[in-house]
């Protein structure tokens, strides 16, 4: 009989959706290649019959893949709470961290679907392999954010004064695939992580009041609730050894192939005015380019984007940093993400001086790090990267559309544009919640007549197997079950 352990388990846990945190082929390929790369245009892409309707295998598979890691999170919790007292006391940092984790991910498909089987789900094991027992109920969505901030403010506070005993911090440090053993970079990765899910609900009713007062006491006492600032704090799942199966090997293959690596216009067109010191990290120039840095339009028919394609003019995503760097890391959280986060909040409060020095910050992060981004690369393909200095992005930083000058609603919009730009294909998922949340930066789609799904969609529907085998449950989230059902904090 093979039995797990508190240690082994939370480390296969964070193994079981490696996929979905490593760029890997079927996650870029068949899953965000014609999803949210499209709706957010950070990849130029071919106009066609359909394209606002995501696919039964991008839903299907992403939706698989996140309950087995709930089943796996769920025997974690099985095997963790049936240990003695005195063993859940001393392994608590395990408990905290795989609950961290686990609502990232969770965090995640409720951005994209909305309402989920959450708290009762993925309890085959706990119900002794009894199916009918174990189809779950649906959970709102804002009252599953709700437990996960709940817990997540406990937890920081818990962290902060948290000693881990030696005998257990080594064993942790080998078992720990994301920050090694770090409790520090836990801390960070916790505070980080509320201040997403905060930021994400401020602007509803319900949430509003809460996100100002924690994310207050977050900025007033950095001592106990550290946030990831700066790059060498980044929250990622590394590739040490492409020997094992955590690897950016389908990286390449991912984005590459069926031209999903071509470069959007707006995202080319801002890179180019700016002078942005990131365009040569992340992208290149086409292959009869000349030189020049052009993307493709979403507006053009698809017979005049095929042939502007065909004729190499455009520029690609840098294969060296990206696509064809096998050691590209799983991002989860990165300081440039944090400062514009804080950015947003110190616009709102009225306090303008903290909003520029945190969207600069935000700014200089980003830069820097698609140059860290590369430092991970053994390919050479797109040649030597030259690299970039404290001066170049001052003056990019100074540039007409990226100064911290006009309205607040401008203001906000530099924030956003400067996330869309950060995320990328980096980070698709939570590009697109952003796009939604804020509608910000503008984009412009073509119309698709021949759909009932005209533009892109506001949120993905449920996999057929939830209609299929949860039946009953199903029937209560039905109504909602539509592309054009908005998230519950996507209010404009």
């Given amino acids: 009989m093979v039995t797990s352990s508190v240690d082994k388990q939370f480390a296969g846990m964070v193994y079981t959706n490696r996929e979905y945190v490593v760029p890997s082929y079927w996650n870029y390929f068949v899953i ?19 394209q606002y309707v995501p696919g039964a295998a991008s839903i299907t598979d992403r939706w698989n893949t996140y309950y087995n890691f709930l089943a796996q999170y769920k025997e974690f919790l099985k095997i963790f709470n049936a240990s003695p007292a005195t063993e859940q006391t001393i392994n608590r940092i395990y408990m905290l961290a795989a609950t961290i984790y686990f609502y990232d991910h969770s965090q995640k498909v409720v951005d994209l679907h909305g309402d989920i089987p959450w708290a009762e789900a993925g309890m085959l094991s706990s119900n002794a392999g009894n199916y009918s027992a174990s189809y779950a109920k649906y959970q709102n969505a804002d009252d599953i954010y709700t437990t996960m901030l709940d817990n997540l403010k406990t937890y920081a506070d818990e962290l902060s004064t948290l000693t881990v005993p030696t005998s257990i911090l080594d064993k942790f440090k080998a078992q720990d695939l994301i920050n090694k053993g770090d409790v520090t970079l836990w801390r960070k990765y916790c505070n980080s992580l509320r201040l997403r899910l905060l930021t994400r609900v401020s602007a509803t009713s319900k949430f509003g009041a809460r996100a100002n007062t924690e994310i207050a006491e977050m900025v007033a006492n950095p001592t106990k609730y550290p946030l990831v600032l700066t790059n060498t704090d980044n929250i990622a799942l590394k590739v040490y050894d492409l020997s094992t199966d955590i690897n950016a090997k389908g990286f390449r293959t991912g984005l590459e192939d069926w031209n999903g690596n071509i470069a959007g216009k707006k995202m080319i067109d801002m890179m180019n005015t700016t002078a942005d010191p990131r365009l040569r990290a992340m992208f290149e120039p086409g292959a009869n380019a000349a030189g020049a840095y052009v993307g493709l339009g979403p507006l053009a028919n698809a017979t005049t984007q095929a042939a502007d394609i065909a004729a190499g003019k455009l520029a690609i995503y840098n294969r060296s940093t990206l696509s064809r760097n096998e050691f590209f890391p799983g991002l989860l959280i990165t300081s440039a993400e944090v400062n514009y986060l804080l950015s947003e909040y110190y616009l709102k409060l009225g306090n303008d001086g903290l909003a520029k020095s945190t969207y600069e910050a935000g ?12 430092t991970f690369s053994k390919d050479n393909t797109a040649g030597t990267l030259t690299p970039t200095n404290d001066a170049e992005i001052n003056t990019y930083i100074a540039k007409p559309t990226v100064a ?15 996330k869309w730009i950060h995320y990328s294909v980096v980070e698709p998922i939570e590009g697109w919640a952003e796009l939604r949340r804020l509608d910000l930066p503008a984009l412009s789609f073509t119309t698709d007549s021949s759909s ?41």
Avoid: C, M
């Avoid at 965000?32 to 990849?43: E, F, L, S």
């Avoid at 911290?404 to 544009?417: P, R, V, Y």
């Fill in 32 to 50: 965000q290649r014609t999803t949210v790369h499209v709706y957010n245009q950070v990849t130029g892409y071919t106009n066609a019959i359909g």
């Fill in 363 to 374: 700014v200089k992060e980003s830069v820097n790090y698609y140059y860290w981004l590369r």
């Fill in 404 to 418: 911290w000058t006009g309205t607040n609603a401008a203001k906000l919009n530099l924030i956003a544009t400067q």
């Fill in 452 to 492: 009932p799904q005209t533009a892109p969609p506001v949120r993905w529907v449920y996999p057929s197997s939830e209609i299929s085998y949860n039946t009953a449950n199903y029937q209560t989230v039905a109504a909602k079950d539509k592309l054009t059902t908005k998230i519950f904090w996507d209010i404009n």
